[in-house]
């Protein structure tokens, strides 16, 4: 159930499957950019992950792999140990219901359907989970069916994390485990989840398209397309500002402190970088120096 959790806070952190209507923003094609000046004696980097894929995709990115070795701080969303998904894990669950209680009888026939198709296993295994913590089961299945990560691979945050450990840099999470549940389950209600749910499940096909998009999207360090991608319908707009916004806003100014005591590598979900209100133009708005690099 750990490793579930752990996954799950990954996995979900960094897409933001949201959706709301956005200012047109001119965002660079890239996932990876130098940040200095503003009283920065050595710059720092931000990197955009994709949680679908793996850190073979960035052993081939040299430049992003020797900016790292300049640093001397790994900054992330959140530090991804055991402490953090044992702390999650009561968010994850209905509180005095059970699943087959909340969902209406269809949706749970509906989804009881694919969750067989995907895994092989009943719903009732599952009973004791949220609606949203369903869809993000649906989804990692969709990946492990149609998207297998390659074996021996890692995503791409923990391995960053994994080898700030290894090397003694000093490891910073962006926000605590308390700030993700808060983003990403308590700001939802039951109903809101089960509709989410609903949406998800009625639309299988581009459910499973959205992922090879995503991933396609990302490789090519599309971010506007990505953009596009994420945000249509689904999120209300109030929903967004707490998935999205107001963390970047948070994150900023925590980045403004830490990236002053030393050399940080900052590895966060790409969709943060993007758009009006994406890290890279907040910072620049803060008078830093956001330098892309182009990758391909």
């Not at 492990?144 to 990560?149: E, G």
Request: glycine letters at 6%.
């Amino acid at each position: 159930m750990r490793s579930f959790v752990l996954l799950l806070i990954v996995f979900y952190a960094g897409l933001e499957f949201g959706n709301a209507q956005t200012e047109p923003h001119k965002t660079d094609k890239t996932i990876f950019y130098e940040i200095s000046g503003n009283g920065l004696r050595k710059p720092s980097y931000l990197f955009g992950t994709m949680h679908l894929i793996t850190q073979l995709y960035v052993d081939s990115l040299p430049m992003v792999m020797d900016s790292y070795r300049k640093c001397t701080q790994v900054a992330g969303e959140m530090i991804l140990d055991s402490s953090a998904s044992i702390k999650m894990i009561p968010a994850t669950m209905l509180k005095g219901k059970t699943l087959k209680d909340v969902l209406p009888a269809d949706l749970y026939a509906s989804t009881n359907a694919w969750l067989k198709e995907l895994s092989g296993y009943d719903l009732s295994l599952f009973n004791a989970l949220n609606p949203m913590t369903i869809n993000v089961t649906l989804l990692q299945l969709i990946q492990a069916k149609y998207y297998p990560l390659p074996a021996g691979g890692v995503i791409m945050d923990s391995y960053f994390q994994q080898e700030a450990k290894k090397e003694n840099k000093e490891l910073i999470g962006l926000e605590s485990v308390q700030d993700q549940i808060d983003a990403l389950f308590n700001q939802f209600s039951v109903e809101r989840q089960t509709e989410l749910l609903r949406d998800f499940v009625r639309n299988k096909d581009k459910s499973i398209s959205d992922l090879s998009n995503m991933s396609r999207f990302y490789r090519t360090h599309q971010l506007d397309q990505l953009e596009k991608l994420m945000y249509d319908e689904t999120y209300s707009k109030d929903e967004i500002e707490t998935l999205l916004y107001k963390r970047n806003e948070k994150w900023v100014k925590e980045l403004q402190t830490i990236m002053m005591q030393g050399p940080t590598f900052i590895a966060v979900g790409a969709l943060h970088l993007a758009g009006d209100r994406g890290l890279v133009n907040l910072l620049r708005q803060q008078g830093y120096t956001v330098t892309p690099y182009y990758l391909n």
